[in-house]
């Protein structure tokens, strides 16, 4: 009997813990997001917004990989900015694609997202969006810098996280 009250507190405890962590997750101020809006979410839209978004992810991550701090990371992106938009008009040409975008890189709105459980506040932050023609369809973003979102470019394999508690009761049981 004490040996299942001692489990069913730890079980409780590893249950509160992962429901208020799970709350909200802060970016933090130093960071830089990355944001692709299509004019609409029909086909042919989605696939120019996935188009954007892969050069984005690869070029941009290639730039700021080995960049240590928000000043550089800054620096590097307003150098870059006329051959990212130059870039993104080439995958609108190559592809017969007749909508306008607009580049801006700023402080951008950024409505309230729960992906995940994990909830991000609205807010205006500072990043780079692509808005093309209308954008109202249903976008993508990531962290630009640190390279939340763009360590995939390089392939790195998904992070197991282990629990002793986990670990603990699945001994156990």
């Keep these: ?45 989605i696939v120019i917004k996935r ?12 730039l700021l990989k080995d960049v240590k701090t928000i000043q550089e990371a800054r620096l590097i992106l307003q150098n870059n900015l006329s051959t990212i938009d130059e870039n993104i008009n080439n995958i609108f040409k190559n592809n017969n694609y007749d909508k306008n975008y607009t580049l801006n890189y700023g402080q951008n709105y950024f ?29 993508w973003w990531c962290v630009l810098f640190p390279p939340l979102c763009l360590m995939e470019a390089e392939n790195y394999e998904e992070v197991e996280y282990k629990s002793w508690i986990k670990e603990t009761l699945s001994k156990i049981f």
């Design 1 to 45: 009997m004490k040996k299942i009250i001692i489990i069913l507190a730890i079980l409780s405890i590893f249950l509160v813990y992962n429901e208020t962590k799970a709350d909200t997750i802060i970016i933090p101020e130093t960071s830089i997001r990355l944001r692709v809006i299509p004019n609409s979410n029909n086909t042919e839209d």
């Design 111 to 139: 409505p309230k997202k729960i992906y995940k459980g994990v909830t991000y506040e609205e807010g205006y932050y500072e990043s780079l969006v692509v808005s093309i023609g209308e954008a109202k369809g249903d976008n």
């Design 51 to 62: 188009m954007v978004k892969d050069y984005l992810e690869e070029n941009t991550y290639q």
